[in-house]
């Protein structure tokens, strides 16, 4: 059964950094592209960064470009986000994802396909 488990997240002040994990279970973690969805209270989800397999090509939203960073680990299974530069806009939930169509790496998996979230929240 395809799992996921987010963690790193929690209050931060602007301009600080925290660095997500998410650990997978379940299916071939290195044969999947994965991204990072946020969603803010009272938004709509909206993607943030994905990955390819082996990682040597990374997507970025214009709004985290430059200040996220993108990485996996296949031999533990492990994805990451790195933020650094922390604004109160990028509050919310952090959910990592499972990309099945490797064609459309900057769309917003299916919910079913994604974890349950780490809480980031920038604020003074």
């Known amino acids: 059964q395809v799992r996921f488990v987010e963690s790193g997240g929690g209050l931060v002040q602007p301009g600080g950094s925290l660095t997500l994990s998410c650990a997978a279970f379940?299916?071939?973690?290195?044969?999947?592209?994965m991204s990072w969805v946020r969603q803010a209270p009272g938004k709509g989800p909206e993607w943030v960064s994905s990955?390819?397999?082996?990682?040597?090509?990374?997507w970025y939203a214009d709004s985290v470009k430059g200040r996220f960073t993108i990485s996996r680990d296949n031999t533990k299974n492990i994805l990451y986000l790195q933020m650094n530069s922390l604004k109160p806009e990028d509050t919310g939930q952090y959910f990592c994802?499972?990309?099945?169509?490797?064609?459309?790496?900057?769309?917003?998996?299916?919910?079913?396909?994604w974890g349950r979230g780490t809480q980031v929240t920038v604020s003074a």
């Open positions: 990955i390819q397999t082996g990682g040597a090509s990374t």
């Open positions: 994802a499972m990309i099945r169509n490797f064609l459309k790496p900057r769309e917003i998996p299916p919910r079913d396909d």
């Open positions: 379940g299916f071939h973690f290195s044969n999947y592209y």
